[in-house]
């Protein structure tokens, strides 16, 4: 059983003020966006993948004035991975990005990802899914959750018991609950933020 990675969301419209868009040179914003037109619903896959790529730029022209106002480097990076805006902030020529952003066991990554979500949905009226990552953190991160898990479901799969495992991120349980998800067991999500835990369940 899985959950959903993402925290409720009042409605807002979270503003950058200050910033003058001329004064500071353009910044790179990538994209990487795929459609599958192989399908018979390829007009509705389209449709939903040109939503999420509107996210991706929202969030992308959010992001850049943030740094323009904090006189941060940084490229932004904007892809549709599955259902959802994956938006990265990324190393540019002019110097790398800050390790300021991503904080303490990413803290001020998740924050700064729920404020660009914010500042989304009052852009597009639709509550958004979108993942930010910052500097690769969250790709590194990831590699290590995978391995931690697989630790966990061999050992589930071996003692026939369930296990439970340590804090994560809603982030960092998604994957969880997928790596367990695809070893064909069972895992459910218990306790309460910060403290909330992925516990794996035999078969």
């Avoid at 795929?34 to 939503?51: P, Q, R, W």
């Avoid at 391995?147 to 809603?170: H, N, Y």
């Amino acid at each position: 059983m899985t959950e959903q990675d993402t925290s409720p969301v009042e409605q807002g419209s979270p503003t950058v003020e200050g910033s003058s868009r001329q004064d500071v040179p353009a910044r790179k914003v990538s994209k990487d966006v795929a459609t599958d037109a192989s399908t018979d619903d390829k007009s509705s896959a389209t449709t939903h993948t040109s939503l999420l790529e509107r996210e991706g730029e929202v969030a992308a022209d959010f992001l850049e004035q943030l740094l323009d106002i904090a006189d941060m480097d940084g490229d932004i990076d904007v892809d549709v991975d599955g259902d959802r805006a994956a938006v990265a902030i990324v190393d540019s020529e002019e110097g790398r990005v800050s390790r300021r952003l991503v904080g303490s066991d990413g803290k001020v990554l998740e924050a700064l990802q729920e404020l660009t979500r914010l500042a989304v949905q009052a852009s597009t009226g639709e509550r958004s899914r979108l993942m930010l990552d910052v500097a690769g953190y969250r790709a590194e991160r990831r590699a290590a959750v995978v391995t931690i898990a697989q630790s966990a479901i061999a050992t589930v799969k071996s003692t026939q018991e369930k296990v439970a495992m340590d804090a994560m991120t809603a982030f960092e349980r998604k994957v969880v609950h997928d790596q367990v998800l695809a070893a064909g067991l069972v895992s459910e999500s218990e306790g309460v933020e910060p403290q909330r835990h992925v516990v794996i369940l035999p078969a």
